[in-house]
């Protein structure tokens, strides 16, 4: 788009002027609902190469200054590039404000996808700051692509009693709006410890899913608080444990998590750990039961680096398979798997 060139605006096609940004009330964000409201790196470096493309829209002047209707982010990158004026068209002042809004919304729904704390952000605003009407705010869930329907409004605008910190976990990590939902409907206190964990262990949509799923269960059955788990001596050992990697910690995060869930089923795997450690003493020789006692396969894994090593230790696995320990780890597996 040329920075001189005419645009369609509400109707009326409207020339595109050369504003001052010490004329434009920076300050204010009436209209804003970009998320997050800092421009990014590359937004900056494009305005530094090739100027600001796409002009803002500014209603005024009222006593000089110009107010944003369209562009918040933009002319904040304008700023950081070392701008000192933006292309901007005028929007006509007595337009109501709620109009003025989906102006914004309609124009950052052709710039780029909303993400869903954007369209949050703008259906509450919609309803709590411009009191718009439900064809005003339907009309806006479509121009964010989404459904018009009241369950659907409800489960979004939920998403505003997030703390800061998860709502911009949520976007950089790209978490469904499903468990999204789920995170804003737990009390600030359990918000706040699921963050701080969150920040040492990084965890996808999937993997935030199976932990909350494991959370809630254990603090039913224990009447407990999710924040109580979250903060609880033993997280806090692994998250801070420096010899493990992110991937390490993540791991055991889950395993400690289904060890609370499933003391019964852990207290049989260490059972049968130890009768596989013990039956089965061969240096360099690992045998282990599959997956949350999952079946009644065990998994024999080993090395060699010669045929000779191989058969010592495929005679030594055979004087393993007479001993009465692994005939009982057998046994407890496929009790297990019969519970």
């Known amino acids: 788009m040329s920075n001189g ?36 790196e590359a937004l900056i470096a494009s305005v530094k190469e090739l100027g600001l493309v796409v002009p803002v829209a500014l209603q005024g002047p009222c006593a000089g200054r110009y107010r944003i209707v369209c562009g918040h982010r933009r002319i904040a990158a304008s700023e950081a590039a070392g701008l000192r004026e933006v292309p901007a068209r005028p929007v006509d002042r007595n337009l109501p404000e709620h109009t003025l809004f989906l102006l914004n919304v309609l124009e950052n729904a052709a710039l780029r996808p909303a993400n869903d704390m954007e369209r949050a952000l703008a259906l509450h605003r919609l309803v709590s700051d411009f009191k718009a009407d439900d064809t005003v705010v339907f009309s806006g869930m479509g121009r964010l692509g989404l459904e018009p329907s009241q369950k659907i409004l409800a489960r979004y605008t939920r998403l505003v009693r997030l703390s800061p910190a998860l709502q911009r976990y949520i976007v950089s990590h790209g978490i469904s709006i499903r468990v999204s939902t789920r995170l804003a ?56 444990d420096t010899r493990r990697t992110v991937t390490q910690k993540r791991e055991r995060v889950k395993q400690h998590l289904t060890e609370m869930r499933y003391p019964i089923l852990t207290a049989r795997r260490d059972e ?28 024999l894994a080993f090395s060699f680096q010669s045929v000779a090593e191989l058969r010592e230790k495929l005679v030594r696995l055979e004087g393993a398979s007479l001993r009465v320990e692994l005939e009982k780890a057998l046994a407890l597996l496929a009790m297990e798997e019969e519970a």
């Open 185 to 240: 409907g737990l009390p600030l206190e359990d918000q706040a410890a699921l963050s701080s964990l969150l920040t040492a262990v990084s965890l996808g949509g999937n993997a935030l899913r199976e932990l909350l799923d494991l959370a809630e269960e254990i603090a039913l059955r224990d009447g407990i608080g999710l924040r109580r788990i979250f903060s609880e001596s033993p997280l806090a050992a692994i998250i801070g």
């Open 5 to 40: 060139a005419g645009k369609e605006c509400n109707g009326s096609v409207a020339a595109f002027e050369q504003i001052p940004l010490e004329r434009i009330d920076r300050g204010q964000a009436r209209f804003a609902f970009a998320f997050p409201r800092e421009p990014d």
């Open 272 to 299: 049968i750990l130890a009768l596989l450690k013990k039956g089965c003493a061969v240096p360099g020789v690992s045998l282990t039961p599959p997956p949350y006692l999952e079946g009644r396969e065990l998994r």
